[in-house]
């Protein structure tokens, strides 16, 4: 309990940290957003005018420790202020719109590489020199060497383009309306093919490869020995011994990567048109929409944090030694 309550203060002290880094940064940069979008305009306007549009976009002039407790009461509440690219829609209602499919496609390709790479790699790392392990670990290695988007548009032109399998952008078809029914469900699940797809391909040889060395090494221990001589059944050595420690860095990774699947599908959405966060991301750059780009850094640091609690919560179920510190 110790242990958790000081890692729950460090994670809070971290976030702390988090908002007020992303408060600092954007003004200390030259300029600011409106007045980026101002210039496109040749010093058309007058003063009044350009703090008209000031106080439109929501920007406080005040005194900066107003602004920024200002700016803590906003963030606590999910209030990010109005996008500069999208004016008048505001930050919290664009970025509703793309979280759901990024943590969509997220979530399901993270749980079928980290799912299919274990169990490879527990496979493989028990069974040793077969057919497998002198197979896959190569087989994997060379998927996994490609840049991502090179292989995303490899597949876009072959099995969107070419052949015609799978659909080419979009989260879903143009011709469906959304709605809880098979027809819109089926849509969603082929469109999500051809972007999941590759990137399960490219990420399950490192899950695998991760957990055969780790794997190998347990099964080094002396624990694994005497679990043998007792008698144990290779069943029982394999899962509740071996597989169980040599989980743990696995789970490490695990955790870092839910956190970094808010900004993990960036290409992937730009390859596949897919409307997600990484889409926005991009865009918000290319525009200069500093009230979005902020935002959506914000959300990946404070999901990273919170990935990271939730392995450490992890970890006392599963490393005894842990709960003692």
């Known amino acids: 309990m110790k242990y958790l309550i000081r890692q729950i203060g460090l994670y809070l002290l971290a976030a702390w940290a988090s908002l007020t880094l992303n408060f600092i940064l954007p003004r200390t940069m030259p300029g600011d957003p409106v007045t980026a979008l101002l210039g ?3 010093g058309r306007l007058n003063p009044a005018e350009i703090e008209a549009i000031k106080q439109a976009y929501g920007f ?3 005194p900066i420790l107003d602004q920024y407790f200002q700016y803590l009461s906003h963030a606590l509440r999910g209030d990010f202020g109005i996008s500069i690219s999208a004016y ?3 930050v919290s209602t664009i970025i509703a719109t793309g979280f759901m499919w990024t943590l969509l496609l997220g979530a399901i390709t993270l749980a079928i590489s980290f799912v299919l790479g274990t ?3 527990v496979l493989i790392a028990w069974r ?3 057919f497998l392990d002198s197979t896959l670990p ?3 290695g060379f998927f996994g060497s490609f840049p991502y988007f090179w292989l995303a548009m490899v597949a876009l032109y072959f099995l969107g383009f070419k052949l015609g399998w799978f659909p080419m952008s979009h989260a879903y078809s143009d011709y469906i309306s959304p709605g809880f029914n098979w027809e819109y469900i089926s849509s969603v699940l082929k469109h999500m093919v051809l972007p999941g797809g590759t990137i399960i391909l490219v990420s399950v040889g490192g899950w695998m490869m991760g957990m055969r060395s780790t794997m190998i090494a347990v099964l080094n221990e002396d624990y694994i020995t005497m679990a043998e001589a007792k008698g144990l059944s290779q069943r029982t050595v394999m899962f509740r011994y071996a597989m169980r420690n040599a989980l743990l860095p696995n789970i490490t990774q695990f955790g870092m990567s839910v956190g970094f699947i808010l900004a993990g599908q960036l290409l992937t959405e730009m390859v596949f048109s897919y409307p997600g966060l990484g889409f926005y991301l991009v865009r918000s750059v290319t525009t200069l ?3 979005l780009m902020q935002a959506l850094f914000l ?3 404070l999901a990273v944090l919170a990935a990271n609690l939730l392995v450490d919560i992890l970890y006392v179920r599963l490393d005894p030694r842990v709960r003692v510190r």
């Open 138 to 140: 190569g087989l994997t």
């Open 128 to 130: 040793r020199s077969g």
């Open 40 to 42: 496109r305009m040749h």
């Open 119 to 121: 169990a490879l790699g």
């Open 299 to 301: 959300m990946i640091t």
């Open 60 to 62: 406080n002039t005040g």
């Open 289 to 291: 929409d500093y009230p």
């Open 88 to 90: 008048p829609a505001k």
